[in-house]
């Protein structure tokens, strides 16, 4: 098992964090108890990085309020260690309040302004500026001081988060600091790792400081770390009793002559995940193309909205994927809501669609269009776009924030502004929540910090995807491994997030070289180590 996958999954914005902090205060912890463990953990993440690089002399970077705090509790005990420790202070450390102000007294040492140190002359850089909550871009003296640093070459461990860094977002105003490694607390946030935060931050080094798990239920966090334990327990594992026709049926839509490929990754990947069956459904051009490359998955002739409704007239289907290289236009819309209409119709389970690639296109500034249609049909409906995809398909400007359905902002996002689509919100996870929550649908907007969304606001961020899943035909891969789960009668947020996990699983089990065809075949490896988790 990765060191990854031991956090914790809940990821909270700083105003939980916050939250979390005041319920462990009223309960009786006092705050400064909170500061010394949390300055002890900076300690222990500098004194490793710096026994690492054979290194003594440390700056430490304190801003004006609690992540400075956390500064100068660090600098005592490291300056107790025997380290050389010199601390740089923005604004005037007098004029700090609470535990704040307590960590400087008990530091009794030297403190000089901030601007006069020399970020070269270190061996370690602790940057204690400013914390998660600071949602503005740095100006002024602090965005020169870390520009000094970053222009340093000196490795720099961040308090919390980098400086400059919102920790609800992953967003960087006009700069950051660029740490090699990040000491924060209790848990993530969603800024750690969403991009270009993740990058920031370098390595995340989650440690406690005394705040009890019960906090979390009155918090009630909505975005998780995308990890097995968020949707391991409903996988569907095959039954000892069971037999194929119990583990659904996949139909995947396949392209015309020349553009074939695409559905039959998808469909390999869909038998792969344990799909009992799966059809690929072909234009009749196309048969003969897709029958060479055919054996255990299984081929019909459909073309056109008819010959879908008469094919989706055979109730063990359970889930189609549409989309990979399907061909854009009305046509593809058009059959999009033929399958939707055979959705609820007398099935065994509920029906699952995944709409991906040209299927998304095809609604290109149709949101409104699509989300009806996704709402009276009852199915489990995945889409799956990219950034372009995605600013595509929520192009026209016709909605308010508070029109967009039931976590459709989230705690960050005020509904008294004027954003007019899911696409104009700046943070990636606020767009995925409102499309979600406009369309009745399960969002996956995918990249290196895939972004997986449920219409109840539940949101799960990836963080395994290697960079070698840029690759032509991996989204096509990832379509399938959604459809082959919600075929089985996975549930459409723990079908999403697990096959976004999985396909980033099976990436990292291959390895450089790695090309979509790769991926079907590497995934039974990736569901072995998953049993034994």
């Known amino acids: 098992m990765r060191a990854l996958d031991l956090d914790p999954i809940e990821l909270l914005t700083p105003a939980e964090m916050g939250c979390a902090d005041s319920l462990t ?90 601007e006069t140190l020399y970020p070269p002359a270190y061996d370690l850089i602790i940057d204690a500026l400013f914390g998660a909550g600071l949602s503005r871009p740095l100006d002024g003296a602090a965005l020169a001081i870390v520009q000094r640093i970053n222009g340093s070459g000196a ?140 054996t255990a998955i299984m081929l019909r002739s459909a073309e056109g909205p008819a010959q879908w409704r008469e094919l989706l007239a055979d109730r063990r289907f359970s889930a189609v994927v549409i989309g990979p290289a399907f061909g854009v236009g009305e046509a593809t819309a058009e059959i999009v809501e033929t399958i939707l209409a055979s959705a609820g119709k007398d099935r065994e389970r509920p029906f699952g669609l995944v709409l991906d690639a040209d299927a998304l296109t095809s609604f290109q500034s149709q949101s409104d269009r699509l989300g009806n249609i996704i709402r009276n049909s009852g199915a489990q409906v995945a889409l799956t776009p990219h950034e372009g995809e995605f600013s595509r398909l929520f192009s026209h400007k016709d909605k308010e924030v508070d029109e967009l359905g039931q976590g459709g902002a989230s705690s960050s996002t005020s509904t008294s502004q004027i954003q007019t689509q899911p696409s104009d919100f700046p943070c990636k996870i606020d767009r995925a929540r409102a499309a979600a929550g406009a369309t009745g649908a399960f969002v996956v907007l995918k990249g290196p910090d895939t972004v997986v969304a449920s219409p109840d606001g539940r949101a799960g961020i990836a963080r395994n995807a290697p960079p070698t899943l840029a690759t032509a035909g991996s989204g096509d891969v990832l379509a399938g491994l959604i459809g082959g789960l919600l075929a089985q009668g996975m549930e459409g947020f723990e079908a999403c997030a697990c096959a976004v996990w999985l396909h980033g699983e099976a990436a990292n089990l291959f390895g450089p070289g790695l090309i979509a065809e790769d991926l079907p075949e590497i995934l039974p490896q990736a569901l072995a180590n998953l049993a034994l988790r």
């Open 25 to 114: 205060i009223q309960s009786g912890t006092p705050g400064y108890s909170l500061m010394l463990r949390a300055g002890k953990n900076v300690a222990a993440a500098a004194s490793d990085m710096l026994r690492a690089n054979e290194g003594g002399r440390i700056a430490i970077y304190c801003g004006p309020g609690n992540n400075g705090g956390d500064g100068y509790v660090a600098g005592r005990l490291l300056r107790e260690q025997g380290f050389e420790v010199a601390i740089g202070a923005l604004g005037d450390p007098l004029a700090l309040r609470g535990d704040a102000a307590q960590a400087f007294s008990d530091w009794g040492g030297t403190v000089v302004a901030a």
């Open 155 to 294: 490795p720099v461990l961040a308090v919390d988060v980098p400086s400059g860094l919102d920790g609800a977002n992953g967003a960087i105003g006009s700069q950051c600091v660029q740490a090699r490694e990040t000491v924060t607390f209790f848990r993530l946030k969603p800024g750690h790792v969403l991009m270009p935060g993740r990058r920031a931050c370098g390595n995340v080094r989650l440690t406690q400081i005394g705040i009890e798990d019960e906090v979390l239920r009155e918090i009630a966090p909505k975005a998780f770390l995308n990890a097995p334990a968020l949707w391991r327990d409903s996988f569907p594992w095959p039954n000892e009793a069971g037999h194929k026709y119990e583990r659904g049926h996949l139909v995947v839509a396949s392209g015309p002559a020349i553009r074939t490929g695409a559905a039959r990754l998808a469909a390999r990947a869909g038998l792969r995940v344990g799909a009992g069956l799966v059809t690929l459904a072909s234009p009749p051009e196309a048969l003969a193309v897709n029958a060479a490359h055919l």
